[in-house]
Structures are given as C-alpha cells and as structure tokens.
C-alpha cells in the first residue's frame, strides 16, 4: 500500500521560514520524481518545486530564491525549506510521487502566511 503525508505545516508571519516534509511509503522512493506543489482558494494547483531521482532541481519562478527542495533517499522524505515567507504563499501544499504514469499523492498540509 502506497502512503504519502505531509507534514509541517502551520500558521507564520511574513517574512519567516518554515520546512515542510513528505514521507513516502510503499514505493521505491529513489526512482521517483518529488513534487511539491500548492493550491490556494479559488485558484489552480501550482507546480512549486521538483526533485529528480538525481537530485536536480526546479523551482517556480515566484518561489526561486526563497523556498529550496531536498531529498533523502535512506529515510525516504523530500523536504521543502521555505524562507521568506509572504502572505501570497498560503495555500495548501501537497506532495507527489510520480514514476512515469504512476503519481501518488498527500492529502496536503495547510500553511497559511499572516501579515
């Protein structure tokens, strides 16, 4: 059985940080693609941030120099550093695995960014 869950989130102020983690379970986690992406009210879910199987990385333009992703094969986590947080980043954020047609997801974490 495939189980992803976020974790991490919560309620901050503009301009701190907060680190997100999804745990991955049931899968060959190395030789998935880690997604994180987010949706806030009223508005599309949004590609945030991508780890290969290689490490490399990709960021959405408006989170590119604050927010960094990371992955840890051994204890199967990828993780999302966020800093410098503004209000336009609250949304709920989810994680996906994703191995060519097989993507599994969480069921979100809620973080929510006060001015």
């Known amino acids: 059985q495939v189980r992803v869950v976020e974790s991490g989130g919560g309620l901050v102020l503009y301009g701190e940080s907060l680190r997100l983690s999804c745990t991955a379970s049931?899968?060959?986690?190395?030789?998935?693609?880690m997604d994180w992406y987010r949706q806030a009210p009223g508005k599309q879910r949004e590609l945030v941030a991508t780890?290969?199987?290689?490490?490399?990385?990709d960021y959405a333009g408006s989170v590119k120099g604050r927010f960094t992703i990371s992955r840890d094969n051994a204890n199967n986590t990828v993780s999302l550093q966020m800093n410098s947080l503004k209000p336009e980043d609250t949304a709920v954020y989810y994680c996906?695995?994703?191995?060519?047609?097989?993507?599994?997801w969480g069921q979100g974490t809620q973080v929510t960014v006060s001015s």
């Open positions: 996906s695995a994703r191995l060519g047609l097989l993507d599994y």
């Open positions: 780890i290969s199987t290689e490490s490399k990385t």
């Open positions: 049931g899968i060959k986690f190395r030789l998935y693609v």
